[in-house]
């Protein structure tokens, strides 16, 4: 007879994942204790809340599908919701189905330790709190842990500091300051034109220019919703058989950018610059695997971004040389149009790196720029930074640090050997932050429902996934990204934004595939798992 625990499983996380799985644990019958370090629900929608923060996966498609009472009663304004609307969304949710009071607010998980003998995981928080449970549910988040890189004299710095991924909830006003922002990725690309109107003087500092595709965003028009909605099933299941599980209605273009003439590339591109964010990389079967179809598509944006931008050497500075999507794609309301202000600046720390902050501002290239506020837009410590910083130890005392050295290991991106009964939502090696986040949450929330239920009837205690199956998915993993333009630059899907961390492709490529994958786990009835 095993120990008994306070309850049956402990979700960490109150975003979209951890609201998501505790209502199906709670629908299931099993006891369960939320635990999340902000002081409501949303998740990345709670902390991100900087001027322009928006979804580039459009709303109809960035929100659940498992209730269909819920995606028919939601009335979204935009085309891309703005994290304002996607924050009510979640407090709606939580609203709806009774989310809320199985969660602890305002406490931060500093460790998780796996008992082998009671087979129970004892979870404990910054508040003192300390839960245990029969299994431990990370739903984390890919993007949730900020990165701050480690200026000198970071602390000497006089002015106010803020980070995109952790803003003050009672807004900024920037009104007449001097700001600098330091950082180009979709964050900054989305706050700067917002920010640039405001302040009285924006300096952009920019280590590698980035591909931006204008949104296009515009109100979802009453029409539009009520046609989708009125076959939504048939409109979820398209966007499950694209490859990142959204662009339901984007135009597909299978054909070789080869076979086209120049003028009717032009006019291609043209039409999916219109259409506007992550179709356009549609417009050719081949942009995302073959460099040189590739650079057609970068040579468009570069043409564009000349076109907009007046000043010819910020528009060079401005174009990037990389491959167009390596990076994950950005999409903008007005970020080129903004180096036309007059109170807007780039300045390129590429070859002359930031050397070190000072109270006043910051060095960099010899030369001092003095600032009332500096904006780091500079991303996340992606997939394994909010895992890593719960001090997780599993079987045997191995930690999750020292399991994951050289990388994060797992099968199927949900459990990683030596960590029995803890599942990871959207962990890497899942599709994860490579497809629509909403959906893959619910694939791994509903799996990892299944596969407790499974191992509990059949009176099983302990769920491990087998180490040859794991070894296995790493390669799988591996191969997949290595076929892809992914590996050629330094983005946070290979945790090359973050000084120290390994070079490893977190996510798997191709949420189809995926999704076939887990179904043929489900009907071999778990066997790459190990139960007893
Ligand atoms: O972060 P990023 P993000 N000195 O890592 C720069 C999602 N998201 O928050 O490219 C100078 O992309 C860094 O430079 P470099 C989305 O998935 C979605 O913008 O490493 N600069 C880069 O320019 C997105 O991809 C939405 O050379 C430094 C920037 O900081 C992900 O979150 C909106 C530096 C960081 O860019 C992350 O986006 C927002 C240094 N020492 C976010 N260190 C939407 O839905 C870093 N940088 C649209």
């Known amino acids: 007879m095993k120990s008994q625990c306070d309850v049956d499983a402990v979700v960490v996380g109150a975003g979209f994942g951890g609201l998501y799985m505790m209502h199906l644990l709670q629908q299931q019958g099993f006891t369960a204790q939320g635990i999340e370090r902000g002081s409501d629900v949303g998740g990345t929608w709670y902390w991100n809340r900087y001027p322009g923060c928006q979804?580039?996966?459009?709303?109809?498609?960035?929100?659940?599908?498992?209730?269909?009472?819920?995606?028919?009663?939601?009335?979204?304004?935009?085309?891309?919701?703005?994290?304002?609307?996607?924050?009510?969304?979640?407090?709606?949710?939580?609203?709806?189905?009774?989310?809320?009071?199985?969660?602890?607010?305002?406490?931060?998980?500093?460790?998780?330790n796996y008992d082998d003998a009671s087979e129970i995981w004892t979870v404990s928080t910054d508040t003192g709190k300390t839960v245990t449970a029969r299994y431990l549910i990370m739903a984390t988040g890919c993007l949730s842990t900020t990165n701050t890189p480690d200026f000198p004299g970071l602390a000497d710095y006089a002015g106010d500091t803020y980070h995109t991924g952790d803003w003050p909830h009672e807004g900024v006003d920037f009104t007449d300051k001097k700001i600098a922002i330091i950082g180009t990725g979709s964050s900054g690309i989305q706050a700067i034109p917002l920010i640039a109107q405001q302040a009285g003087d924006l300096t952009i500092f920019q280590r590698t220019p980035n591909?931006?595709?204008?949104?296009?965003?515009?109100?979802?028009?009453?029409?539009?919703?009520?046609?989708?909605?009125?076959?939504?099933?048939?409109?979820?299941?398209?966007?499950?058989?694209?490859?990142?599980?959204?662009?339901?209605?984007?135009?597909?273009?299978?054909?070789?950018?080869?076979?086209?003439t120049p003028e009717e590339r032009k006019a291609r591109f043209e039409e999916f610059w219109n259409y506007g964010g992550f179709n356009f990389l549609a417009a050719f079967g081949d942009l995302s695997m073959n460099m040189e179809a590739n650079e057609f598509a970068c040579e468009f944006v570069r043409g564009k971004i000349r076109e907009i931008v007046k000043d010819p050497e910020t528009a060079e500075l401005l174009c990037p040389d990389t491959v167009l999507g390596c990076k994950r794609l950005c999409s903008d309301n007005g970020y080129f149009e903004a180096f036309n202000q007059p109170n807007v600046h780039l300045v390129d720390v590429s070859t002359h790196p930031i050397d070190r902050l000072t109270a006043k501002g910051l060095i960099t290239n010899g030369k001092e720029y003095e600032f009332d506020a500096i904006i780091f837009a500079t991303g996340y410590d992606a997939l394994t930074g909010s895992l890593l910083k719960c001090n997780i130890t599993g079987s045997n005392g191995l930690t999750l640090a020292d399991k994951w050295a050289a990388g994060p290991t797992n099968y199927l991106g949900l459990m990683t050997t030596g960590f029995p009964n803890m599942f990871t939502i959207t962990g890497p090696g899942s599709p994860s932050a490579l497809a629509n986040l909403i959906t893959g949450i619910e694939q791994h929330a509903e799996f990892i429902t299944q596969l407790i239920q499974w191992s509990q009837k059949r009176g099983y205690t302990r769920i491990e996934a087998e180490q040859v199956a794991e070894d296995n998915w790493v390669n799988t993993v591996n191969t997949r990204a290595a076929a892809t333009l992914y590996p050629t630059c330094n983005s946070w899907y290979l945790g090359a934004n973050v000084p120290g961390k390994p070079r490893v492709f977190m996510p798997y490529v191709g949420f189809p595939d995926y999704s076939e994958k887990l179904k043929s786990v489900v009907v071999e009835d778990y066997a790459e798992f190990r139960f007893s």
């Open 211 to 260: 591909y931006s595709i204008p949104a296009q965003n515009k109100p979802l028009s009453p029409e539009k919703q009520a046609e989708i909605k009125a076959n939504y099933a048939e409109f979820r299941a398209r966007g499950k058989m694209s490859p990142a599980a959204f662009g339901a209605d984007f135009a597909f273009n299978p054909s070789s950018v080869f076979d086209a």
């Open 55 to 112: 979804c580039d996966v459009e709303s109809m498609e960035y929100s659940y599908q498992f209730s269909d009472d819920l995606q028919q009663k939601w009335e979204w304004t935009q085309r891309y919701a703005g994290q304002p609307e996607i924050l009510r969304y979640a407090n709606h949710v939580a609203d709806e189905f009774s989310l809320r009071d199985n969660f602890t607010f305002n406490a931060s998980v500093n460790g998780a």
